[in-house]
């Protein structure tokens, strides 16, 4: 390893983008085919792009194009949900709960409508510490007494059922990518139980090499999707039976994407570039739920669910359906406009 930057060759550069983070690498692979310079500091997974006089840095997903004020605030869940709500963005109700006003039993969701979900204030990695469809006050209760173990400060807010979940990726006022996501799940076989299925189904996902898939991981949630559903670990589903273990979609936690790009409605596009002007963001990765993203979330009962100023961009060069959509080259060549 070195402490100083390290520029990227034709000699050295399978090496060192090796080395980096899928969303490095990705970006950096851009910024060469596009005969920027690329140096990378190799012990902090940093690079920098420059072409002339100008230079960015880069690491993983945060680049250079949003300010700092924005991303900090677009960070927090509940100051963003708080900010679209009064700017008229379709947004879930919620409650922020801080862990002194806990112990005390000084904290209120009366005015939330149950089912509901509990996840850490201050941002979320790969769904850690989120839990949905909890209908019960004791559920509640137990789910917050082992949140703030963790976390300071919890933002309950109403789950919104039975709706599809969707990614809108945008960038300087233009939607460069939409993708479908769908939680994780297993088709049964008619012999196998749903443990073995996911056991399976989590080595499938180690084959695939061009990113690196998150495993379905047996949590809380999975677990009372399952209980939903009348279904534990042991049940066998027959023969080509679906079974949605999660009701988060994520790329990281056992979840699949679909390029759905073409089909975005003109009202959900011009809602999506909305967002981004009210939160001062040139790019952000908007969490739509709705029926479908091809009719107004507005009209739909839908609701713009979160918004993820550093989002990860890589699923949208590898859908599993769909038209892969190089959006890495945009965002590169964004940075020296």
């Known amino acids: 390893m070195s402490n100083s930057l390290i520029r990227i060759t034709k000699d050295n550069a399978q090496s060192l983008l090796g080395n980096l983070r899928p969303l490095s690498r990705l970006l950096a692979e851009e910024a060469l085919d596009l005969k920027y310079r690329v140096d990378v500091y190799e012990d902090l997974n940093i690079f920098r792009v420059s072409c002339g006089r100008q230079s960015h840095f880069i690491r993983g997903a945060i680049t250079s194009l949003n300010n700092y004020v924005g991303?900090?605030?677009?960070?927090?869940?509940?100051?963003?949900?708080s900010i679209l709500r009064d700017a008229g963005i379709p947004v879930p109700r919620s409650v922020r709960i801080q862990k002194k006003s806990f112990a005390k039993g000084d904290w209120s969701v009366s005015g939330l409508r149950a089912p509901l979900v509990v996840k850490p204030t201050y941002g979320t990695l790969k769904g850690l510490g989120v839990v949905t469809n909890i209908s019960g006050q004791r559920d509640l209760m137990r789910y917050l007494k082992k949140g703030f173990q963790t976390y300071s400060s919890i933002l309950v807010e109403e789950f919104h059922q039975d709706l599809n979940d969707y990614r809108v990726l945008v960038l300087d006022n233009k939607v460069i990518g939409v993708l479908h996501r769908i939680p994780a799940y297993v088709v049964g076989d008619g012999v196998s139980n749903i443990g073995a299925l996911i056991r399976e189904k989590n080595e499938k996902r180690k084959q695939v090499h061009e990113i690196k898939l998150g495993p379905i991981s047996i949590d809380a949630e999975l677990k009372n999707k399952l209980k939903s559903q009348r279904l534990n670990m042991r049940s066998i589903p027959s023969a080509d039976r679906r079974v949605m273990l999660k009701n988060v979609?994520?790329?990281?936690?056992?979840?699949?994407?679909?390029?759905?790009?073409?089909?975005?409605?003109?009202?959900?596009?011009?809602?999506?570039?909305?967002?981004?002007?009210?939160?001062?963001?040139?790019?952000?990765?908007?969490?739509?739920?709705?029926?479908?993203?091809?009719?107004?979330?507005?009209?739909?009962?839908?609701?713009?669910?979160?918004?993820?100023?550093?989002?990860d961009f890589a699923?949208?060069?590898?859908?599993?359906?769909?038209?892969?959509?190089?959006?890495?080259?945009?965002?590169?060549?964004?940075?020296?406009k």
Do not use: W
């Open 249 to 311: 979609c994520n790329f990281g936690a056992g979840g699949e994407v679909h390029d759905v790009t073409d089909k975005i409605s003109k009202a959900n596009v011009e809602l999506a570039l909305r967002i981004c002007k009210v939160m001062n963001l040139r790019l952000a990765g908007l969490d739509f739920l709705c029926t479908d993203i091809s009719k107004s979330v507005r009209h739909t009962d839908g609701v713009v669910l979160e918004l993820n100023q550093h989002p």
């Open 315 to 336: 699923m949208h060069h590898f859908p599993q359906e769909g038209k892969a959509r190089n959006v890495s080259r945009q965002i590169v060549r964004a940075m020296f």
């Open 71 to 81: 991303a900090d605030i677009a960070d927090h869940k509940f100051y963003t949900n």
